[in-house]
């Protein structure tokens, strides 16, 4: 890494071909019976930590095809909803504080289990509706201390890209759970990461 970005590993590689892969939305508010919680504990069992167990229930439950090599998969938590665009204008400013405090407080999402189990199964992405993808209660990260460890063993271990804050709302009226991911970040040259379009075809 240089002062210019970080050179042969910079995003706009990962642009020169992009994402083109099977989507498979995995809808954890239907399976939790509401939005899953910001977690309270390092407990796998904490209903705001999504684990291996979790993952693989999801997928039984929502009638997929088991996750395999090269698929691209995405995590509805509900905690996304809280910036939901249509209503955000018609909130006062007392309330859009109260939703901004409470999104950036912590977010339910994938634990440590749940990530080593998708990077077993060799994915390529994962994604959610929140800033992160993956579970952070008040002090810790999903399963153990170290926050972020799901970037640490996804991201920089095992290179599995992770898109974050998508808007779900049109597959879930259509429960449209498996289809054709296409994703194409910017060639921001160096960069960590970057925008892009992502879109979902079934």
Not at 87 to 111: C, L, V
Not at 137 to 157: A, L, R, S, V, Y
Request: charged share 25%; hydrophobic share 35%.
């Amino acid at each position: 890494m240089t002062t210019y970005g970080l050179g042969p590993l910079g995003v706009e590689h990962v642009a020169e071909k992009g994402f083109v892969c099977r989507g498979v939305l995995l809808d954890g508010v239907a399976y939790h019976g509401g939005p899953l919680p910001i977690p309270t504990s390092r407990e796998k069992s904490d209903p705001g930590i999504v684990s291996d167990e979790d993952v693989r229930k999801m997928v039984e439950r929502q009638g997929l095809k088991p996750i395999e090599e090269g698929d691209c998969v995405l995590l509805y938590t509900g905690h996304g909803d809280i910036w939901d665009p249509d209503d955000w204008d018609t909130f006062s400013a007392e309330e859009k504080q109260h939703r901004i405090a409470k999104f950036n407080s912590g977010e339910p999402g994938f634990g440590l289990s749940g990530c080593e189990y998708l990077a077993r199964r060799k994915i390529i992405l994962w994604g959610s509706d929140t800033w992160g993808s993956e579970a952070v209660g008040p002090g810790f990260g999903g399963e153990n201390d170290q926050p972020f460890e799901c970037h640490i063993k996804m991201m920089t271990q095992r290179g599995i890209w992770n898109i974050e804050n998508l808007d779900f709302s049109q597959l879930l009226a259509d429960k449209a759970y498996d289809f054709l991911f296409v994703w194409s970040p910017l060639k921001m040259k160096g960069a960590t990461g970057s925008a892009g379009n992502p879109v979902a075809l079934y």
